[in-house]
């Protein structure tokens, strides 16, 4: 008999905020070919990444780090762990947490895995939608480490879950205590990509920036379509929330210079809401789950400096599901569904 465990996957986050830490883990993240994927060769992106971003970005990021940091360490790793006790309690299985970078590292926990003789693993990321350079990446990295370190391992994987009722359930249960303040604005802020990245994952060569309203036009193509997605979870959401179409809109955070990203950005957005007469603020941030540098630093701390230096009264940022009762309620159905059907898929 199959003897199964679940394990959640994350981004990951340096083992420290010192600079060198910092720059380890830069350096693994954007060293993968699925995040920055030109120049095509490996020594030249090598080179990019390690003698020119890395070099200039850890010192920053290394701060950055620093000012969310807390007494028990990172705040991503720190609430992932929370998640994975909470799931635990709820479910006979074993549950395991890896990062895609940093630590606990994927092949140390597929080894204790192995080593407990798990031979069928429920993989469930903690992104919500697909893009190459996340739930694709981490998911494709588990399986080829697997292929070494367990090669007998059966592996599924939990699919996007963007537009799950479920998952949209609880999100916007999340948000209903701060939905339900007086505010102007919701603003969805959303990870961003290159647009690149959008035309690469088309399939069909014939559909993402082709066809007119490609987003919201039907296509087997979504699937792969991380914009058509984080599009479908905002008009779901608004919906099962009741808000009102004039006071939300959808923007990117999180660019890299060098080529265009998904557009509008967070932070012109947020620079112009205030003299739109948007002086309330509300930002949700659907792509992550949990709360990481992305949401307490640059839209927590930044972007809410950015509001109110722009003429903003009150900035809220609505805390990512995280290990809210909600959360773990959606984690530990989708874990159940699988237990006793085989799904993977909402």
């Not at 992104?127 to 190459?132: G, I, S």
């Not at 690149?196 to 490609?214: E, F, M, N, W, Y």
């Not at 947020?270 to 509300?282: D, F, I, Q």
């Not at 609505?318 to 993977?344: E, M, S, Y």
Request: aromatic share 8%.
């Amino acid at each position: 008999m199959a003897k199964s465990a679940v394990l959640l996957l994350n981004l990951g986050s340096p083992d420290s905020t010192s600079v060198p830490d910092v720059r380890r883990y830069l350096s693994e993240f954007l060293g993968d070919e699925r995040v920055i994927d030109r120049p095509a060769s490996a020594f030249l992106r090598g080179l990019l990444v390690n003698q020119i971003i890395c070099r200039f970005r850890a010192p920053k990021s290394a701060h950055a780090y620093a000012s969310i940091w807390t007494p028990e360490g990172s705040p991503l790793i720190v609430t992932s762990q929370r998640t994975q006790a909470a799931l635990q309690q709820r479910t006979d299985l074993p549950v395991a947490l890896a990062m895609n970078y940093g630590n606990p590292s994927i092949p140390d926990v597929l080894h204790a895995l192995a080593n407990q003789g798990i031979d069928r693993l429920l993989l469930f990321p903690q992104y919500p939608h697909y893009a190459m350079s996340s739930w694709e990446t981490v998911v494709v990295k588990v399986q080829r480490e697997a292929a070494h370190i367990a090669p007998d391992l059966k592996i599924e994987c939990v699919q996007p879950y963007y537009g799950d009722a479920d998952y949209i359930d609880a999100l916007v249960a999340s948000a209903r205590p701060y939905l339900d303040q007086p505010h102007d604005h919701l603003l969805f802020s959303y990870h961003g990509i290159p647009v690149r990245h959008l035309t690469k994952a088309d399939s069909s060569r014939a559909h993402c920036q082709v066809v007119p309203g490609c987003c919201t036009t039907c296509s087997p193509v979504h699937g792969t379509c991380y914009k058509a997605q984080v599009t479908r979870t905002t008009q779901l959401f608004a919906q099962r929330a009741g808000l009102d179409p004039a006071k939300w809109s959808i923007t990117f955070q999180s660019r890299l210079v060098g080529e265009p990203w998904l557009a509008p950005y967070t932070d012109h957005a947020l620079a112009e809401l205030p003299a739109a007469g948007k002086k309330r603020l509300l930002v949700i941030t659907p792509a992550f789950v949990t709360d990481c540098l992305e949401t307490l630093e640059e839209i927590r701390v930044a972007g809410a400096e950015t509001f109110k230096t722009a003429g903003g009264e009150s900035f809220t940022h609505i805390p990512c599901l995280n290990d809210q009762p909600v959360w773990i309620d959606f984690l530990h159905k989708r874990v159940q569904r699988w237990q006793q059907t085989g799904a993977v898929a909402a």
